[in-house]
């Protein structure tokens, strides 16, 4: 999947997901994680190199915001673009998300993790309490006194 | 593919569990403090599992607009119940303050005009008696024009920090100060003196970069940073000098005053000798008067050193004739400069209106000051970028013309005229300009029409077509 780039040098690092799935991707990509990177100072990658935490799906998530991510430095548009994007994977589908989110954070690749971060952040600014528990499925367990008490602890946040 | 799996997920997050709830702690809190307080305060009503998420947000901003709507349409001067407003920001930051566990790595609260300096001592108290050494980053600013804030002592003890903002605020260091052992980022805009100041900067050994707005006079500031890469200096000084920064790069020095001439007991001295001693610097940018600095007394042909790691210069200057020789000073002492930006300070209006006027020609020995009579030794070597701001009348050719006949390898020319030259004498300098002797046999002079300062920088904006000729090249 990797090897779409015109750079011919560039070695290629192998990695398996938990699920068993084998990718091959270019060491400048995979170096954005400083998980892969530490296991390769320690040379404990030679071989194929397990990422017992990351399932196939998610991972190919990640590799291709890596690839968008690293596309979009200069470019103002793109990176409008690629923040928008948060809003509608966090509606329609918060379970992706997350997984996502916990992948980016165990693989600790900072440039994605900005970026995951910041959806979340934009997602929750200007909502509703109400809409946000719709939306991301949040039981809403106080009850009214509780509640009450919440409120009025902080009664400026929700005038 | 990808997307009948996005699908397939997607139809089990509609089932109704929640994925979100249970991010990990750091990861959340991380979150939270990138939406606006008052967002991140209306999670805790969402469930038991949301409640005390937001209270250990560890960067913690608080300005007007932040804190009081999610939307950044709230004004700073939009009412006249300024009174209630000041009681209930301070209310709701004091709230904020004590729910708060921290660990707190950035406080900020910038432009809280309205309130009295008595909330700010006592939060300051607050977070100093909680988070004390755990703040990496403090930042204070407050409206200049409105009142001077007295910073608490207790933020001078803040053994951790990392980066450090106060702006417009006076400063006393307090006696038992012991440094900051691991500040890298210092942006002071003070009343501060020129003992505190220096001992302040030379507590600082891992400082690297540092921005001083001074308000205070200073005879000589004495700066100790072995560390520093990027200086950038705003004041009246009559005497800079800097020792033991090798590793400085980058210095921008401003000054928004002509040197105190009439101050009584001492004139001022010439900043030839502290330009001098840059040696390892790459940029140097010298605006709005700070060139004044540089014509006090009899200005040198060339600097005691030569810096052969100059690479970009910008200048700011009146156009006065001693200036030019400043500048010319400095050209020769830079063989290696490869950008050069000038900008003619023609902006401020009626402060030099002579200059919009066209004078005849320019005696004798004002022409050799204005680099006509320089023997085209090619001094600028390597300077390949010019760019050229605010041009506004034919004698500022005679400069333009001295940098083109000694500057064998440049490859473009960038001009803007001053906005308040009508077309018809636009062209007339352009003409004037187009007909120069140029050393480098592939320079491209590019006219981007008259020069637009925005009022927040000096970034420049795309040329005006309604008023002067539209863009014009030419290649030779």
Redesign the interface.
Known sequence: MASTSNSTSSKIITLRSSDGEVFEVEESVALESNLIRRMMEDDCANNIIPLPNVTA?IF??VI?HCKKHAEMKDNKEKKKELRSQGEEL?K????????L??AV?YLDIKSL?DLT??W??DF????S?RL??EL???????TPEE?AE??E??R???D | MQKTKRQRVGAAGACGVDFISNLPEDVMSSILALVPLRDAVRTSILSKEWRYKWVSIPDVVFNRDRLMKSSSSYSYSSSSDDDDDESVCAHVVDQLISQLIGPICKFSCVFFSILSSHHFDRWIGLLSKNQGNGIKEFVFAIERKIKWYNVPHSVFHYQGLCHLELLNCTLELPPAFKGFRNLSVLNLAAKISKDDIECLISECPLLEWMKLIAFDYYQCLNIHAPNLRYLELDGEFKDVSIEACSLLTDVSLLSDVFPPWDRSGFGPSSHIPFIGCLKGIKSLKLKQFYLQYLCVGIVPKKLPATLDHLQYLEVELEFNSKEILAILCILRSYPNLKQLKIKYCVDYKGRRDGLLREEGDISGEQAELCGVKTESDCFLSHLHAVEIIGIAMLSDLKFIRCILSNAPVLETMKIYTNRHVEAEKVLTILEELFRSQQASTWAEIIYLGHYKASQWDHKIKLKDPRKTPTMIKRRL
């Not at chain 1, 929750?124 to 909502?127: A, D, I, P």
């Not at chain 1, 991301?136 to 367990?141: C, E, F, V």
């Open positions: 799906p190919y998530l291709e966090l329609s589908d918060p379970h992706t998300y997350s997984n989110m916990e954070n993790m971060a910041q979340l952040a929750l600014k200007g909502k309490p946000i528990r991301l499925k949040i039981k809403n367990d106080f509640e919440i409120l602890r902080n400026w946040a929700f």
